[in-house]
């Protein structure tokens, strides 16, 4: 390193224009790389930034249509837990409640491909769903079920699917 060192002093001493000529072409060099490089990084860091963005927002809608599908299901089936026999009659109150039954089965479906069956909550979360669909299907006839035990566990769980799927989107993953 002394030696190259060595050398420009001796070349600056020699030819101070050459020296000159050698610090513009490097300093124009240096420009040059910093233009082309800088719209590559600028890209990569600007792609990498809209796919996080992306991610997050599909993330929160997920959250958010859990959110709802688990608030409908867990009313219609408090709903049908607490109807008693008789109480729709007729053709219409037949169709009224097979309606109701149509809506639970296609919110659990809607749950069922929404969560992770490898992860432990969810799998948690299917099985007290189907408790509850047992449970309000009995209704009236076993008032002494766990039905509120096992609708706050659902609550409790299905909270924390959500807040496991919340804190990915404030990690931005």
Avoid: C
């Amino acid at each position: 390193m002394d030696a190259l060192f060595k050398a420009l002093q001796e070349l600056a001493a020699a030819n101070p224009a050459a020296v000159a000529a050698i610090a513009a072409i490097a300093s124009t060099l240096t420009a040059l790389a910093a233009v082309i490089v800088a719209p590559f990084v600028s890209y990569f860091t600007a792609r990498k930034q809209i796919r996080a963005n992306l991610v997050s927002a599909n993330r929160q809608a997920w959250i958010n249509a859990l959110r709802e599908e688990l608030a409908e299901v867990f009313e219609l089936l408090t709903w049908q837990f607490l109807q008693r026999p008789g109480t729709y009659s007729g053709e219409e109150g037949h169709r009224y409640e097979a309606e109701k039954r149509s809506r639970i089965r296609l919110l659990r479906n809607k749950i069922r491909l929404r969560l992770n069956p490898l992860e432990t909550d969810s799998q948690a979360l299917l099985e007290l769903l189907s408790e509850l669909e047992d449970s309000a299907a009995r209704g009236g006839q076993a008032r002494e079920s766990k039905f509120d035990e096992v609708m706050e566990n659902a609550v409790a769980r299905g909270q924390a699917v959500l807040k496991a799927e919340w804190t990915r989107v404030k990690r931005g993953r």
